[in-house]
């Protein structure tokens, strides 16, 4: 069975400083790995997916992330915080290999302080 | 950007009373999901949904939910007897392909509360 884990349930960081939340999985096979938002009162949105090809993935509102086979992980980063970016985070995983659901982890806030 | 909508955004009911969450999908989607997320866990896939009917389902949805497209527009997650256990927030999302690299779209959610 696949699975996320998202071992922070909240990350603070000062507005202009980088942040980093953490994201590992298992899959059988290879994943498609997906980073969602959700900002209050509204659904998951959309930020970046891992397919394949190169390991930093750049994404909305100046979002990347890092996949990294050896060690399961797809942290999401960014260079420079801002209070918008205050939100929860998703982490999802998809095995390519065959039909799967789109599994997600419980969730990181994030705050981001002025 | 468009955007699939939900209705209620907050639902209240008894234990044992049939509730309806109602959903409209991006209108051009042809896959249609429901997820659910108790507090404090993880978001749950509970079904999807595509040519009028289930595709998969997981342990989740069992015999007390049910899915509908009844007009081409809407879709409907029905649970016949609801149990305090029920209570979470539920999303529902669609998206045009149904490739594992395709991204959802989801609405801002449901918030059922059993009593």
């Known amino acids: 069975a696949q699975s996320v884990a998202q071992p922070e349930d909240q990350v603070n960081v000062a507005e202009g400083n980088p942040l980093t939340v953490k994201c590992t999985y298992s899959?059988?096979?290879?994943?498609?790995l997906f980073w969602y938002v959700q900002y209050p009162n509204r659904g998951l949105q959309f930020l970046l997916k891992?397919?394949?090809?190169?390991?930093l993935v750049k994404g909305s509102y100046g979002f990347e992330a890092e996949f990294n086979k050896s060690q399961t992980s797809f942290h999401l980063k960014k260079p420079s915080a801002l209070v918008s970016d205050s939100a929860l985070y998703f982490c999802?995983?998809?095995?390519?290999?065959?039909?799967?659901?789109?599994?997600f982890g419980k969730g990181t806030m994030l705050l981001v302080s002025p | 950007e468009p955007e699939v909508t939900q209705t209620p955004s907050h639902q209240v009911t008894q234990m044992g009373q049939e509730v309806i969450l109602r959903c409209v999908p991006i209108?051009?989607?042809?896959?249609f999901y429901w997820y659910r997320q108790i507090l404090g866990q993880k978001v749950e896939f509970l079904v999807s949904?595509?040519?009028?009917?289930?595709?998969?389902k997981s342990e989740i949805f069992d015999d007390q939910f049910s899915v509908e497209r009844p007009d081409g527009s809407n879709f409907t997650l029905k649970i016949r007897s609801t149990k305090l256990e029920d209570s979470a927030m539920y999303f529902c999302?669609?998206?045009?392909?149904?490739?594992?690299?395709?991204?959802?779209?989801f609405g801002s959610g449901t918030q059922l509360s059993v009593l």
């Open positions: 999802a995983v998809r095995d390519r290999s065959g039909y799967s659901t789109l599994t």
């Open positions: 899959v059988s096979g290879n994943p498609y």
């Open positions: 209108s051009n989607h042809l896959y």
């Open positions: 949904f595509y040519n009028n009917e289930i595709s998969e």
């Open positions: 999302a669609s998206a045009n392909g149904g490739q594992a690299n395709e991204k959802l779209f």
């Open positions: 891992y397919i394949t090809g190169d390991n």
